[in-house]
């Protein structure tokens, strides 16, 4: 009987988001033809009643919270699911900020008349209908929601349990907003279905939805691309190197090794794994280890690192190569020249950033040609790949992937493209 419950439970969950997913895709075929101006007419009517609403929002929000409490959450994923007045306050001028953002779609990527006449244009369009599945930040439900409309293109935001009273209000609230000036029905939904089959069904409706794009931890992310019918954009994780070349300032590396690993220890881009030139390693590696203990990081290396620091760092195993620690922890290893550097950086990285320090212009371009990662940098921290530090603007995510997208994902990643073709007559 149990059995036979939960399998027609399964059933109205997935009948429900198939209708999610028409509503949808009808209110995308609309939102294909929007002007800039309406959708920026949406978009500052949301902004304006995310404040107006305040109290609702912050009474849902108080909900959350303290069910968080009860369910155990630690402060930092409290702090995640906090609204406040000044939050929602710049949740909304984020909205405004998004407002000012070129729109992309009916961009001319390229133009070209062929010997028979025919001109033959390539215009970004909207994807159509975009899944967003998401973790604790009620924010990433207006900031998501806003990047979508402004490109054209409706969205079904699933967030997570943890957030559901502030996802509803925050919700709701843009919605209203945007329907009252013509936005259409179905253009921004949040599925109000905490059970995990809901995401399941979601990720099914391959008919209706186009991309699906996972904001959470890694584990969320792999549950999402095993299940999907649909296109997924991933980011799994944030392995990031630093190679130090042979000959480069110590003192610029050293601030810049601090201001990767440091400055915030648990974002994506943050500095994981520091590879140091062999050349320099006697002189470099002390200087690391007492700079960098003033600033409270643990150190992890390898046989050649460890005997170096004297002491100071514990031997790093093969596991520590592939951790994404997200905290003051920070592995080493001695390698021979750029060759072997790159070669280490290919085999454990995730994709994401990494940067070479070096004064050495055939190292530096080596570097940048060979290392197979969205983000690959020359003398600088890794803390930069993030939307608003490329001028993007804004950004939903970072995509380790290849295709369609890979790195800071803003406005004009989140369309395709098609051909117009302009003919006189002309058949072949």
């Known amino acids: ?15 429900e988001m198939k209708e999610t997913g028409q509503r949808a895709k009808a209110a995308a075929r609309i939102l294909a033809g929007a002007t800039t101006e309406m959708k920026n007419s949406w978009l500052l009517a949301m ?22 409490r009860l369910n155990g959450l630690d402060d930092a994923m409290l702090d995640r699911l906090l609204l406040t007045p000044a939050r929602i306050k710049g949740i909304a001028n984020a909205v405004r900020d998004i407002v000012k953002l ?14 028979n006449g025919l001109r033959i244009d390539k215009v970004s369009t909207p994807i159509g209908v975009i899944g967003i599945i998401y973790e604790s930040r009620p924010n990433v439900t207006v900031d998501a929601a806003a990047l979508c409309l402004k490109s054209g293109n409706a969205v079904i935001l699933r967030g997570g349990s943890e957030a559901i009273h502030s996802n509803l209000a925050l919700g709701s609230c843009i919605v209203k907003a945007g329907t009252a000036l013509g936005m ?16 399941s069904a979601m990720l099914k409706l391959s008919n209706y939805i186009d991309l699906i794009i996972p904001r959470g931890g890694e584990g969320l992310i792999r549950s999402v691309t095993e299940q999907s019918l649909i296109p997924v954009i991933k980011h799994y994780k944030g392995i990031c190197h630093i190679f130090v070349d042979a000959g480069y300032d110590t003192a610029e590396a050293l601030k810049i090794i601090e201001n990767a690993k440091c400055q915030r220890p648990g974002v994506c881009n943050a500095l994981e794994t520091l590879l140091i030139h062999r050349e320099i390693a006697p002189s470099f590696v002390p200087k690391l280890m007492e700079h960098l203990k003033s ?15 004297k002491g100071g760092a514990v031997p790093a195993v093969e596991e520590d190569w592939g951790t994404e620690y997200l905290a003051l922890i920070l592995s080493a290893r001695i390698v021979s020249d750029v060759k072997e550097a790159i070669a280490h ?11 070479i320090l070096t004064n050495n212009t055939a190292n530096a371009e080596k570097f940048l040609n060979e290392i197979d990662s969205a983000a ?11 939307g608003g530090e490329f001028g993007m603007g804004a950004e939903m995510g970072i995509s380790t992937d290849k295709i369609h997208v890979r790195g800071p994902m803003g406005l004009a990643e989140l369309t395709s493209y098609k051909y117009k073709i302009y003919g006189n007559g002309q058949i072949r």
Do not use: W
């Open 47 to 68: 902004a304006d009643a995310l404040e107006a609403d305040e109290a609702l929002i912050l009474a849902e929000n108080a909900k959350d919270i303290t069910s968080g």
């Open 345 to 355: 950086i290919n085999q454990y990285s995730s994709g994401h950033s990494e940067s």
């Open 376 to 386: 690959v940098y020359l003398n600088a921290s890794t803390r930069f790949t993030d």
């Open 102 to 115: 070129d729109d992309p779609v009916g961009h001319i990527h390229s133009s070209v008349i062929r010997p």
């Open 1 to 15: 009987m149990n059995g036979d419950c939960q399998e027609k439970t399964a059933e109205k969950i997935a009948a």
């Open 184 to 199: 259409p029905k179905g253009a921004i939904q949040i599925v109000r279905n905490t059970d995990r089959a809901a995401v």
């Open 295 to 309: 600033k409270g990081v643990e150190m992890r290396g390898d046989e050649e690192f460890c005997a170096l620091a």
